[in-house]
């Protein structure tokens, strides 16, 4: 018998209240890689928020325009060819409304897969039929770019932080075993809220459990963080820039010392949003503990002994908005 998922209700769906239509942060910290003062910026920034952007990443504009452009096309197919793969229900491939499996729901569609090259090339033979090249080839390169600009972050963290090799963090994702995901989402505008002074949750409150995550959107806002005083604040969208997040694991690496952001996504009233994220994760085998390098004279770990493998399989049991790491402290 072939039991078929029932679709997410609305209704399930949180409703925010706004009240404030748009108070855009100003504060989000602006990394200009093509500065030499920029590594201190860098470290403040992880410190105190966990987020930052980058300019003059060296990325170009037409990687990221074509991805786009793909993402956009296959978003735009009937809900039928959309789901044609996703018979079997997994984790990766087409998704909508449901985000992971442990019941928690939001307004959008999206697109997960893990980086490496069979799982690209088994997703874009089973859901871009009619040219499955053009988003294979489009994806590895865009995949190719960001993950040598999370590595080019990630090393400028380290020596920020003073600490050697400048590779500790980036050579968990360069490493063959890196368990790395890419998601695309599509926010569908959601026109019902237009009369009322509320938005609908797009993607609910959470940290990436991942080191880093790197995040590019097209010019609709919806992106929030939360401050550290517990308040929500909303990202202006920047198309031309990337956001990164701070994940779990690189909080554990730091012994807190960087705080993986809290964040959310609010579906826009008239306007689609479209993200695509790089999640950098380390080999499953490896063991997530602060840095000894880092660790001042005397200082314990703040977090009990385990492997990505481990956080990441009990990271799958909680609800977005858990406190993952919670369960994993001294
Ligand atoms: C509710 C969930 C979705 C998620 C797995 C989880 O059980 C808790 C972490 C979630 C998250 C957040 C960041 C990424 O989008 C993601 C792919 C990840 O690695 O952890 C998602 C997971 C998901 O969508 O399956
Ligand atoms: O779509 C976005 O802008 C962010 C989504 C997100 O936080 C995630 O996929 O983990
Ligand atoms: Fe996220």
Not at 57 to 72: K, M
Request: proline residues 5%; charged residues 25%; hydrophobic residues 35%.
């Amino acid at each position: 018998m072939v039991v078929l998922a029932k679709p997410a209700p609305l209704e399930q769906i949180s409703i925010i209240k706004t009240h404030t239509s748009n108070n855009f942060f100003t504060g989000v910290p602006v990394i200009d890689l093509s500065r030499p003062d920029s590594k201190a910026t860098m470290i403040k920034a992880c410190m105190e928020l966990g987020f930052f952007k980058v300019i003059n990443h060296g990325i170009p504009t037409g990687l990221v325009s074509r991805l786009e452009a793909e993402a956009v096309k296959f978003f735009s197919l009937s809900q039928v060819e959309k789901e044609r793969d996703s018979g079997i229900r997994s984790l990766f491939g087409y998704g909508s409304k449901r985000i992971g499996s442990n019941g928690d729901v939001g307004w959008l569609e999206y697109l997960l897969m893990q980086t490496n090259r069979e799982s690209l090339s088994r997703t874009s033979q089973a859901l871009f039929r009619a040219n499955p090249d053009a988003f294979r080839s489009a994806v590895s390169e865009y995949l190719s770019a960001v993950k040598k600009l999370a590595c080019e972050v990630l090393e400028m963290m380290a020596e920020g932080l003073n600490i050697q090799p400048k590779n500790v963090f980036s050579k968990l994702l360069m490493d063959e075993e890196s368990d790395s995901l890419f998601r695309l989402n599509h926010y569908p505008p959601c026109p019902q809220l237009q009369e009322v002074d509320c938005k609908l949750t797009g993607f609910g409150e959470h940290t990436d459990p991942q080191i880093i995550s790197i995040l590019r959107s097209n010019n609709t806002s919806g992106l929030q963080i939360s401050l550290r005083d517990g308040s929500w604040v909303s990202v202006p969208s920047d198309q031309k820039s990337f956001f990164i997040n701070v994940g779990d694991s690189l909080q554990v690496l730091t012994n807190g010392r960087f705080r993986s952001v809290r964040h959310r996504v609010l579906a826009n009233s008239y306007k689609s949003r479209v993200s695509m994220i790089y999640f950098g994760g380390p080999p499953q085998r490896e063991r997530l503990a602060p840095l000894p390098l880092l660790m001042g004279e005397g200082e314990e770990s703040l977090y009990k002994e385990f492997t990505w493998f481990e956080y990441k399989t009990s990271a799958y049991k909680t609800r977005l908005a858990d406190n993952r790491l919670g369960q994993f402290m001294k």
